[in-house]
């Protein structure tokens, strides 16, 4: 079966505010996000960037404020039947979150099995298909048990992929993985946003990621966007919130690095 | 007296919590057939966790019975065994036995189940596939855990029984013969009591699986979150599969 690939959807975020108890995560976040752009959300840890990003995907409401995809509040996106929704949303989470108890390719065609949109020979067509594309080809009938972190990271990218969603979200993808596989994870993303015109923004603190797959960065910040552009604009920025953000990644990357040099020395 | 008015409201909270769950969760016979693969593993599982502790249990429950009854009626008449062994097995001790031994067996293992894909976003991942987590992984084990629990129950008697007339034949200090005890047995029991039983085989299944679901489902804060709610999970089974019981007696009591 022939899938029609995703199109992109834009994505507008407007002065929303959120917090848990008396604590304020967000407070007045505005950021447009055009159709088929990649956004690399960055900032610290405790900034808030995955709230934002599981606001975005309807996971949670915010306390005030609105978010719109593809022209739609995220509520009434979220309240359509599955199969009158004009576009799809799919996210791969920081920690795969594959169901423990099916297999890859299970795992794959889940949406697909569920709403029951398609046969079993398109489902397994598809899987193939994916898993080919995030080079994960003959590992169906694997349990992600069997998985390194690495490989779960991109099943849970196939996974996302299957469905040809419209708009991508990242939620840390790269979170506890090696500098070796972080490039690969990121490389993986930029393929995505080179091969589907789809809209994608990934939430991370890694500056690789940043680099390799964004159109466009905004830094997150005391709760707001205290930062965006391109990614050459945002390391000449002169804010001090981002200067500071930038020193600390530029160690901690100079330092993995060289972690990863000791290894391969090691190992070779 | 404001820790306890909080006790008594986080109580009232859960209970409304579990049966909001549960009206959300009963399936209609449309996506009752749909849901049916599922159920039979679920039911599978409930079985092949529980059987093997359930027999063992149950067996040594009947020859304590015969045996600690017998003590008792030495100075009277011990043609009563059979009755009292299996009208306690049926009516009490077999779906209470049962009852406590899937809550903590199954239910345990349904709360850390759902809380570990709470923790790790297995849950919101469903959520983003939309497909309700609640449809996929509540209502298949509470209708699993209301099929399941009659037939461990029934499966239960018989064995404690068994364990009863193995205890009668062996024990010197039970005068009565085995067709004495099955005779007095068989004569006494109905079908009513046997059906007491299975209604709260059903009862105690769908309660020991909604509260299991919903602590599961509201576990937050990691892996300790994880052991926290699966004990609560336990405790709150054990407590409700009790004051169900009461109620269910009370009831039965008033039956012609």
């Known amino acids: ?268 | 007296m404001q820790r306890c008015g909080r006790t008594v409201l986080n109580t009232l909270s859960t209970l409304g919590e579990v049966l909001l769950l549960l009206g959300r969760s009963i399936p209609g016979p449309r996506s009752l057939w749909r849901e049916r693969t599922r159920i039979v593993e679920q039911m599978i599982i409930v079985g092949s966790e529980t059987l093997p502790i359930a027999s063992l249990v149950a067996f040594f429950i009947g020859m304590v019975l015969v045996v600690q009854t017998a003590d008792q009626l030495v100075n009277y008449s011990q043609e009563v065994l059979g009755s009292i062994v299996g009208l306690s097995m049926t009516k009490e001790l077999g779906p209470v036995l049962i009852a406590f031994l899937v809550a903590g067996r199954v239910g345990s293992s349904i709360t850390a189940q759902i809380g570990s894909m709470a923790v790790y976003d297995e849950l919101n991942a469903l959520r983003t596939m939309d497909i309700d987590p609640e449809r996929y992984l509540v209502t298949p084990r509470i209708i699993a855990m209301a099929l399941s629990l009659p037939v461990l129950i029934l499966y239960a008697d018989a064995v404690g029984i068994l364990g009863g007339c193995l205890a009668v034949q062996l024990d010197p200090a039970i005068d009565i013969s085995l067709a004495l005890f099955w005779d007095n047995l068989v004569s006494e029991i109905a079908m009513q009591d046997i059906v007491v039983g299975l209604v709260k085989g059903v009862v105690f299944g769908v309660t020991i699986a909604a509260v299991s679901c919903a602590f599961g489902l509201r576990t937050r804060g990691g892996t300790a979150g994880v052991a926290s709610s699966t004990t609560q999970s336990v405790v709150w089974s054990f407590v409700l599969v009790i004051v169900f019981d009461f109620i269910i007696v009370r009831m039965a009591v008033l039956l012609p």
């Open chain 1, 1 to 268: 079966m022939k899938r029609t690939p995703g199109k992109g959807v834009d994505v507008k975020v407007d002065n929303v505010i959120h917090e848990y108890g008396d604590l304020r995560v967000l407070d007045g976040v505005n950021m447009d996000i055009a159709a088929g752009e990649t956004l690399c959300v960055l900032g610290g840890s405790g900034t808030g960037k995955s709230v934002l990003v599981r606001l975005m995907a309807g996971l949670e409401v915010p306390t005030s404020g609105e978010i719109q995809i593809g022209g739609m509040l995220v509520p009434e996106y979220a309240a359509l039947p599955p199969d009158e929704k004009p576009f799809l949303v799919s996210m791969v989470f920081q920690h795969s979150a594959l169901l423990g108890s099916l297999t890859v390719e299970e795992n794959i065609t889940l949406r697909m099995r569920e709403h029951r949109t398609h046969s079993e020979k398109d489902m397994h067509s598809i899987c193939e298909q994916v898993l080919d594309e995030v080079e994960m080809g003959g590992s169906n009938n694997k349990l992600p048990g069997e998985l390194s972190g690495g490989m779960k990271k991109r099943v849970a990218l196939a996974r996302a992929l299957a469905v040809n969603p419209d708009l991508l979200f990242y939620d840390e993808p790269t979170a506890e993985l090696d500098p070796v596989l972080t490039e690969q994870i990121g490389l993986l993303i930029a393929r995505v946003r080179r091969d589907r015109p789809i809209t994608q923004v990934v939430v991370t603190h890694d500056m690789v990621i940043a680099d390799i797959v964004a159109d466009r960065v905004a830094m997150l910040g005391d709760g707001r966007i205290a930062e965006e552009g391109s990614y050459r604009e945002f390391l000449a920025s002169p804010d001090p919130g981002t200067r500071s953000f930038l020193e600390a990644a530029r160690v901690l990357t100079s330092r993995d690095q060289a972690d990863n040099k000791d290894k391969t020395g090691k190992d070779g």
